[in-house]
């Protein structure tokens, strides 16, 4: 499972709401498992530190958040499962340690908080830039 | 190998050769798995393609292809046409769609 924390409070009357949170009440509404849930908030949470966009899996419970450096594609996968990645596009995966490795079993976690994940993208982030230079 | 197993050991691999033989219609991609640093590399052939779907919102190229994670939609025997219904995701950015009348692993049908 996922780290828990909390939730943004959706208000009927806020007209301020950002994608990312309607999405939300969406889910919060849909009555969805716990996992999905707190995917959600994870995901919200990494977007607003990093400045990504939140969208659904296509095809797996749960959500991404993608984030441009330059033009190069970052991803973080957090799946309702509590499956989480951060990849590099055309790279590969980070692994713990914030290095790019192909190893599927280096670059899955489990577990991740928000902040953790966040962490991971800005590493990623550093890396693209490094890259360029 | 079943289909499930196909699915699971293919995710989180890199496509490292694909051709698509129009005339044969065949799909072939050679996909290498790296896990717990032991490499393991599948032949996998799509026989008899009907419908293949490339979908993709992202701007450039990309010189490596992550199979970030392979679906088996659907088998024959629970789709209306009666193929195989496969997902293929790519860095979690686009995707292959497709439906086959088969699919092998390294010559050898997949159930």
Redesign the interface.
């Known amino acids: 499972m996922l780290a828990v924390a909390s939730l943004p409070t959706l208000g009927a009357g806020d007209a301020a709401l950002s994608p990312e949170v309607v999405g939300l009440g969406k889910v919060l509404q849909s009555g969805a498992g716990s996992g999905l849930l707190t995917s959600a908030g994870v995901a919200t949470r990494v977007a607003e530190a990093t400045g990504g966009t939140v969208g659904q899996l296509a095809k797996s419970e749960g959500y991404k958040v993608t984030v441009m450096e330059g033009k190069q594609a970052i991803v973080a996968r957090i799946k309702a499962s509590g499956d989480i990645r951060v990849t590099i596009a055309d790279k590969g995966g980070l692994t713990a340690s914030g290095e790019i490795s192909s190893d599927k079993a280096l670059t899955h976690f489990a577990d991740l908080s928000s902040d953790q994940i966040t962490a991971l993208v800005n590493r990623a982030r550093q890396l693209v830039q490094s890259m360029r230079h | 190998m079943d289909a499930e197993t196909l699915a699971k050991n293919l995710?989180?691999?890199?496509i490292e050769r694909h051709t698509f033989d129009l005339g044969a219609k065949a799909f072939t991609m050679n996909v290498s798995?790296?896990?717990?640093?032991v490499l393991s590399m599948y032949a996998v052939t799509f026989v008899s393609v009907s419908h293949f779907a490339f979908v993709d919102n992202?701007?450039?190229e990309?010189?490596?292809l992550?199979l970030?994670?392979m679906?088996i939609?659907a088998s024959p025997a629970a789709s209306g046409s009666e193929e195989w219904e496969v997902?293929l995701?790519l860095?979690?950015?686009a995707?292959v769609e497709l439906r086959c009348a088969a699919i092998s692993v390294d010559g050898e049908s997949v159930r």
């Open positions: 995710s989180g691999g890199y798995v790296l896990e717990n640093a992202q701007v450039g990309w010189e490596r992550e970030t994670q679906w939609d997902t995701s860095w979690d950015l995707q």
